[in-house]
């Protein structure tokens, strides 16, 4: 067997078998949200690291795909809040096409959350608020990164930080123009519970009329 089908082969053995939990539809909450809101704390509480890390998944005009991971910084009853470079491809992704998808994977926890809805951008006070909590160093990183756009090195990215860093030495950095806050406001959210024999538990919410729906689907 040559080495590139041991290693085929080797992938195609990757597997584990799922048992910590169950998700029935008896023991939900009638709003996702909530739903959320007790598996995030309980991630938390499980100490996993980069608990509010998700991919977010978005598609320009052209219908790609594109998904990288960001992080949660806010869910209420309108929905989960983020933040970026208004220039990044992201940002112009969803200028093209409002709907995104978010995933959460805990694999500890053995949970997997799927978010799927409009996203609008924040208010520009809800943006200048969150920036001036970020640490000193995001904020100048902010500013000397122009986020999706081609560089020529590594040395040039470090000057720009460092004349950023000198230009706002003493002062208080300012909300950037081109950086802020988007809300993902949901219409279809669905939580997946590992369990034996990929006998999986899928849980899913859908929005109809203004009011949501909970249904079990196939693993």
């Not at 890390?53 to 005009?61: F, P, Q």
């Not at 978010?115 to 100048?140: A, C, D, M, T």
Request: proline content about 4%.
């Amino acid at each position: 067997m040559s080495d590139k089908s041991k290693d085929q082969h080797r992938i195609e053995q990757i597997r584990r078998d799922f048992s910590k939990e169950e998700l029935l539809e008896s023991v939900v909450e009638n709003e996702p949200r909530r739903q959320f809101k007790e598996w995030f704390e309980q991630a938390l509480a499980a100490d996993l690291l980069d608990a509010n890390a998700m991919t977010l998944s978005t598609a320009g005009e052209n219908g790609r795909p594109s998904s990288r991971m960001v992080l949660l910084k806010g869910v209420d009853e309108q929905g989960f809040r983020f933040y970026t470079n208004y220039s990044s491809r992201k940002a112009q992704e969803l200028q093209q096409n409002p709907y995104a998808s978010l995933c959460f994977y805990w694999a500890p926890l053995e949970r997997q959350v799927r978010i799927e809805g409009k996203v609008e951008k924040l208010s520009h006070e809800l943006s200048k608020n969150y920036f001036h909590h970020r640490p000193r160093l995001s904020q100048l990183g902010a500013w000397a990164s122009r986020q999706s756009t081609k560089v020529a090195s590594r040395k040039q990215l470090e000057t720009s930080f460092l004349r950023i860093k000198e230009q706002f030495d003493g002062k208080e950095i300012p909300l950037p123009d081109f950086w802020g806050g988007y809300r993902l406001v949901p219409d279809r959210i669905e939580f997946w519970q590992g369990r034996s024999g990929r006998m999986h538990d899928r849980i899913c919410y859908e929005k109809s009329e203004g009011e949501w729906n909970i249904f079990r689907l196939s693993p």
